[in-house]
């Protein structure tokens, strides 16, 4: 048995960082300064509020007659060649019943937290820790990242055996880790499960359907939780990519206010499908909190069976007289609210509102700003009606391999536009 100051020495001395891990700690043996056993690490206490990347003390499990649970803060701890041990003169503390610690072994190990780098649910199979020697010569744990590779399952496997057999065996796999800073706790989940920490740029950067992929592989107050941290437009973007029975779900856990608000920044046919699918009452009730004019528009899709042409389109579209210019255009793109991105052509409408021309995009980047939208290139305009179905609407799509197609009403009128993602989406789902 080392003496208190050949300890002392050692973790000086001795390497200067020591590699350990959550599953390798617990049960480990600790012992006071004169060698006497204490109990086993049952444990791992973090105070997040006060400093997130370090464990703050060791959690006891002791004999009843020695009084149960105890915490031991890592300050008071000496570590060499896998021995823990209390410095000389530390005092052991009762483990507090207040949950404003996080347990690493409780609400870490087996949860599911979301991989932003992978766009994925991943699930925990032990934390990666590393002892260091603080300046004025204190011992600090440092929390590195949360393993979810193989390496992390093969050590809680061989749990048990001695420290060093189970790093040579668990150290043959690859590592597969997230860094601790990328992970958070969810504050407002009573569970206290966790997540990746991600900033609103970082979702941003992620495209709506991995987000939707990560949502579905969430367990259901993971789900809930992830959904309500979301940007109100980036939560619309995300809603779209979702299967019915889940927005329901999702949005069932949202004051209506802020359901109305999510809805308004959604395609006005997706908006119209969503609530659609919704029981009268709750669909009556986001309608009458959503301003007028995303109410009108969404009121107005509602009246079509979702199978139709009127079902399938979005009132996003850009259209203009046939007197505009390429400069019009650019102006009109800077007021345009809906999703830029979908938009390939320009609609070229008389005075009474019928559609009269198409006119891709590109070649109004080609004419120049003085360009009469008349006077450009023209694409092949194909429309069809609003109460055309949903089969034959996909039909028109392949016979002339349509990126758009203007839908129109009983006067020829424009009132809609189908995008091929639509009529996508309607053959996967009829598949």
């Given at each position: 048995?080392?003496?208190?100051?050949?300890?002392?020495?050692?973790?000086?001395?001795a390497?200067?960082?020591?590699?350990?891990?959550?599953?390798?700690?617990?049960?480990?043996?600790?012992?006071?300064?004169?060698?006497?056993?204490?109990g086993?690490?049952?444990?791992?206490?973090?105070?997040?509020?006060?400093?997130?990347?370090?464990?703050?003390?060791?959690?006891?499990?002791?004999?009843?007659?020695?009084?149960?649970?105890?915490?031991?803060?890592?300050?008071?701890?000496?570590?060499?060649?896998?021995l823990?041990?209390?410095?000389?003169?530390?005092?052991?503390?009762?483990?507090?019943?207040?949950?404003?610690?996080?347990?690493?072994?409780?609400?870490?190990?087996?949860?599911?937290?979301?991989?932003?780098?992978?766009?994925?649910?991943?699930?925990?199979?032990?934390?990666?820790?590393?002892w260091?020697?603080?300046?004025?010569?204190?011992?600090?744990?440092?929390?590195?990242?949360?393993?979810?590779?193989?390496?992390?399952?093969?050590?809680?496997?061989?749990?048990?055996?001695?420290?060093?057999?189970?790093?040579?065996?668990?150290?043959?796999f690859?590592?597969?880790?997230?860094?601790?800073?990328?992970?958070?706790?969810?504050?407002?989940?009573?569970?206290?499960?966790?997540r990746?920490?991600?900033?609103?740029?970082?979702?941003?950067e992620m495209?709506?359907?991995?987000?939707?992929?990560?949502?579905?592989d969430?367990?259901?107050?993971?789900?809930?939780?992830?959904?309500?941290?979301?940007?109100?437009?980036?939560?619309?973007?995300?809603?779209?990519?979702?299967?019915?029975?889940?927005?329901?779900?999702?949005?069932?856990?949202?004051?209506?206010?802020?359901?109305?608000?999510?809805?308004?920044?959604?395609?006005?046919?997706?908006?119209?499908?969503?609530?659609?699918?919704?029981?009268?009452?709750?669909?009556?009730?986001?309608?009458?909190?959503?301003?007028?004019?995303?109410?009108?528009?969404?009121?107005?899709?509602?009246?079509?069976?979702?199978?139709?042409?009127?079902?399938?389109?979005?009132?996003?579209?850009?259209?203009?007289?046939?007197?505009?210019?390429?400069?019009?255009?650019?102006?009109?793109?800077?007021?345009?609210?809906?999703?830029?991105?979908?938009?390939?052509?320009?609609?070229?409408?008389?005075?009474?509102?019928?559609?009269?021309?198409?006119v891709?995009?590109?070649?109004?980047?080609?004419?120049?700003?003085?360009?009469?939208?008349?006077?450009?290139?023209?694409?092949?305009?194909?429309?069809?009606?609003?109460?055309?179905?949903?089969?034959?609407?996909?039909?028109?799509?392949d016979?002339?391999?349509?990126?758009?197609?203007?839908?129109?009403?009983?006067?020829?009128?424009?009132?809609?536009?189908?995008?091929?993602?639509?009529?996508?989406?309607?053959?996967?789902?009829?598949?």
């Amino acid at each position: 048995m080392h003496t208190h100051t050949e300890q002392e020495r050692e973790i000086g001395t001795a390497h200067g960082e020591q590699r350990t891990s959550v599953s390798l700690l617990l049960g480990t043996p600790v012992v006071d300064s004169r060698g006497q056993a204490l109990g086993r690490v049952q444990e791992l206490a973090v105070l997040p509020a006060d400093d997130a990347f370090h464990v703050h003390a060791l959690v006891l499990s002791r004999s009843a007659s020695a009084g149960g649970r105890s915490l031991l803060p890592i300050r008071s701890i000496m570590v060499a060649h896998g021995l823990v041990a209390m410095r000389e003169g530390a005092q052991v503390e009762t483990a507090p019943e207040v949950d404003h610690y996080l347990w690493l072994a409780r609400d870490l190990l087996d949860q599911q937290i979301i991989d932003v780098h992978g766009h994925k649910v991943v699930r925990v199979n032990d934390v990666n820790l590393l002892w260091q020697t603080a300046s004025n010569g204190s011992t600090e744990l440092r929390i590195q990242q949360v393993e979810v590779g193989i390496r992390g399952a093969i050590r809680r496997l061989l749990k048990g055996l001695p420290g060093p057999a189970i790093r040579r065996v668990s150290d043959r796999f690859a590592s597969n880790a997230i860094p601790w800073e990328f992970v958070d706790l969810i504050d407002r989940d009573p569970a206290r499960r966790v997540r990746l920490k991600i900033e609103q740029d970082r979702l941003e950067e992620m495209h709506p359907s991995d987000l939707a992929d990560i949502l579905e592989d969430l367990a259901p107050a993971d789900r809930e939780a992830l959904f309500i941290s979301l940007d109100e437009e980036v939560a619309a973007e995300t809603l779209e990519e979702i299967e019915p029975k889940l927005q329901q779900s999702l949005l069932a856990a949202i004051d209506s206010e802020r359901v109305a608000h999510i809805v308004e920044e959604m395609d006005p046919g997706a908006a119209a499908d969503l609530l659609a699918e919704m029981p009268e009452a709750d669909s009556d009730r986001i309608l009458g909190e959503m301003e007028p004019d995303e109410r009108k528009e969404v009121e107005d899709l509602l009246e079509f069976p979702a199978d139709s042409a009127a079902g399938l389109m979005t009132t996003s579209y850009l259209a203009l007289g046939e007197s505009a210019t390429a400069g019009d255009v650019a102006e009109t793109l800077r007021r345009f609210e809906g999703d830029v991105e979908t938009l390939t052509e320009i609609y070229l409408l008389a005075e009474d509102g019928s559609v009269r021309g198409v006119v891709p995009l590109v070649q109004v980047v080609l004419g120049g700003p003085e360009s009469t939208l008349s006077q450009l290139p023209q694409g092949h305009l194909v429309c069809c009606h609003v109460g055309t179905a949903g089969r034959r609407v996909a039909e028109l799509f392949d016979k002339y391999n349509l990126r758009s197609m203007p839908v129109v009403n009983e006067g020829n009128q424009l009132a809609g536009v189908i995008h091929a993602e639509q009529v996508i989406a309607l053959l996967r789902e009829k598949s």
